[in-house]
T-cell receptor, first 116, second 113 residues
Framework: DTEVTQTPKHLVMGMTNKKSLKCEQH?????MYWYKQKAKKPPELMFV???????INESVPSRFSPECPNSSLLNLHLHALQPEDSALYLC???????????????FGPGTRLTVL | AQSVTQPDIHITVSEGASLELRCNYS??????LFWYVQSPGQGLQLLLK??????LVQGIKGFEAEFKRSQSSFNLRKPSVHWSDAAEYFC???????????FGTGTRLTIIP
């Protein structure tokens, strides 16, 4: 199984809602990532988990809260979002970087989020 | 800090013609380079990657890329494009021992019959 799956595919939420995005992989990867991608822009890294521990937080606002319950699952909890947070949210996974070789990352199809 | 430049925002190629997408990187040490493709509304798919060794790298879907240290380039090529190759292509650079990737701004490829 070489897939990263993400649910839901689309999500519309109001600024007062609380919702969660889910990501799952069964490739045995121990690094997982959240990216945000605005239209016609490259992905921007938000968070990196390595061995289920948060290793990188790219100064993301606290209204985004990541969680890695186990080695296969990654969640992104959303609360009090702003309309400018509307974007495609991509999850990725990889082998953990060995210290010399950064691994290639494998991406899911993304969740298209619209904040009203 | 590493950076990536993709000088071409949009390229149009006839089906069956050859393709070259340009990528220039900036990094102080040996770079680790990747090409990804993204179809509309989809996630990114890894086409190929370069770490070391042979400077000509073969990838999936008939793509290849050549690493040229003297030109700080990692251009993507395909000898004959298919309509299904129409997509956005991103070049990315990674630092050694680090999961962080820096992406270029992307090149949109249009295929005409």
């Amino acid at each position: 199984d070489t897939e990263v799956t993400q649910t839901p595919k689309h999500l519309v939420m109001g600024m007062t809602n609380k919702k969660s995005l889910k990501c799952e992989q069964h490739m045995g990867h121990r690094a997982m990532y959240w990216y945000k991608q605005k239209a016609k822009k490259p992905p921007e890294l938000m968070f990196v988990y390595s061995y289920e521990k948060l290793s990188i937080n790219e100064s993301v606002p606290s209204r985004f809260s990541p969680e890695c319950p186990n080695s296969s699952l990654l969640n992104l909890h959303l609360h009090a979002l702003q309309p400018e947070d509307s974007a495609l949210y991509l999850c990725a996974s990889s082998q953990v970087a060995s210290g010399t070789l950064p691994p290639g990352q494998y991406f899911g199809p993304g969740t298209r989020l619209t904040v009203l | 800090a590493q950076s990536v430049t993709q000088p071409d925002i949009h390229i149009t190629v006839s089906e069956g013609a050859s393709l070259e997408l340009r990528c220039n990187y900036s990094y102080g040490a040996t770079p680790y380079l990747f090409w990804y493709v993204q179809s509309p509304g989809q996630g990114l798919q890894l086409l190929l990657k370069y770490f070391s060794g042979d400077t000509l790298v073969q990838g999936i879907k008939g793509f290849e890329a050549e690493f040229k240290r003297s030109q700080s380039s990692f251009n993507l090529r395909k000898p004959s494009v298919h309509w299904s190759d129409a997509a956005e292509y991103f070049c990315a650079v990674g630092a050694g021992g680090n999961e962080k990737l820096t992406f270029g701004t992307g090149t949109r490829l249009t295929i005409i019959p």
